[in-house]
C-alpha cells in the first residue's frame, strides 16, 4: 500500500500533506489544477488565519510571511443602528493575512520538496474504489468533482438550508490602515456586515473588504453586480455602501486612489453551512475520512473557516502517527480528536448569522463597547471557537461570563 491519499490542494489538505512528509510518511496529494493554476486567475476568498493556525505554521516549517510584517494583533468593530458602539479588542497574539494563490503554491513547493508526491488529477467518487486499494487511507478535502455529497449532513448541526448572506469580497486600494493595524468587524443591523482585512497579494499589502450581505438588504445588489459590465458603477456602489453603513471603514478611503486591485481581486457567490458526516465507508469496507470544507462548511462571518480546516486537519494527521489502524475505530477517535472545536465554529457562526441577533449577543456587545477587559477576551476566542461557544451557548453562560469579567 502507498501510505495516505489526499484528495484537494487547499489548507487543509496541504497543512495534513505537510505533517505527514515532516514525519517521513508516504503521502501522495491530488489536486484538480496545477501549482500555476492556483497561482492565477480569480481571487479564491479573503482569508485570514488566526495565530493557533500560525503556530501549527511555524511548527511545519512554512510560516514564510512572519507576524512582524504581515500581522495585525487587534479587532476594531463598528456598530451600526440603536448601539452605534465603537471599541477594539486585542487578539493577544498575531494573526495573519496572504492571499491564497501565494499562499497554496507556496506551500505545495514546500510539501514537494518535503517528499510528497503531488498528482494533477481530477477525483470524483467513481475514483475512490481504485484509490483507497492503492493507499493505506484515503482524506478527501475537498467537495469538488462531486465528493461533497457522498458526506450527509448533521441535521441537528446543520440548522440551514439557503445561504443565510450573500458574499462580495474584493482587494481595494486607497484604503488607509486601521491604528493600530487589523480588522476591522462593521456590522449593519438588518443588512449585514463588513469584514475589512489587511492583506498581502501580488501589488503589495492591500485592503480586502468583505462584504456579507443579508438575503434582501442594502447589500445584496452588490453581491450580485456586474464588475466587469460596469467598473465605474461597482466602485460607486462600494463607496456608497461604505460612507452610508460603514463609517469607521470609509473615514480611511482615499476616494482618489480608491479601487480594485484588478478585475480578477474579487470573489462572489454564498455559503449554505453545514456540518458533513465525518468519514463514509466504501462497499469494500475501506473508509473515506473528510477534512476541511467538505466536512464543515461554514460562513465566512466571523473568518472561522480556514483555521478550523487547519486545525481538523492537524487532529487527523496526529491520530494517523499515533494510531495507524485505519478502520472504523480510528475514524471514531478522529471524530471525537476534533468535534469540540469543529462543533463550537459552526455552532457560533450560525448564532451570528442570526437575524436578528439573539438578545443575549446584543448584551455581549453592548458589554464589550464598555468594558475593554470583556472585548480582549471575545476577541482573544477568534483563536478558539470552543472557549468562545462556552460563553454564547446560552443566555445563562453569557451572563456568568459578564458577571465574572466586568
Known sequence: MDGIGIIGAGVAGLHLGLLLRRNDIPTTLYSDRTPEQLGSGRLPAAVAHHNTTVTRERALG??????????????????????????TGGLGAPSRAVDYRLYLPRLLQDFTAAGGELRIRSIGPGELDELAARHDLVVAATGRGGLGGLFEPIAEKSPYTSPQRKLCAGLYTGVAPAEPKGVTLSIAPGDGELIEIPMYSFAGHVTALFFEAVPGGAFEALAQADHDADPRGFRTQVLHLLREHHPSVYERVDPATFGLTDPLDLVQGAITPRISADHITLESGRPIVAVGDVHALVDPVVGQGANCASYSAWQLGRTILDDPHFDEHFCDKVA????RRVQATTDWTNLMLAVPPPPHLLELITAMSRDPAVADVFTSNFNYPERQWDILATPQRTRAFLARTS
Open 62 to 87: 512554512v510560516e514564510h510571511w512572519s507576524a512582524q510584517d504581515y500581522g495585525y494583533a487587534v479587532h476594531h468593530h463598528y456598530v451600526g443602528g440603536p448601539l452605534q458602539a465603537r471599541f
Open 336 to 339: 471525537q480528536r476534533r468535534r
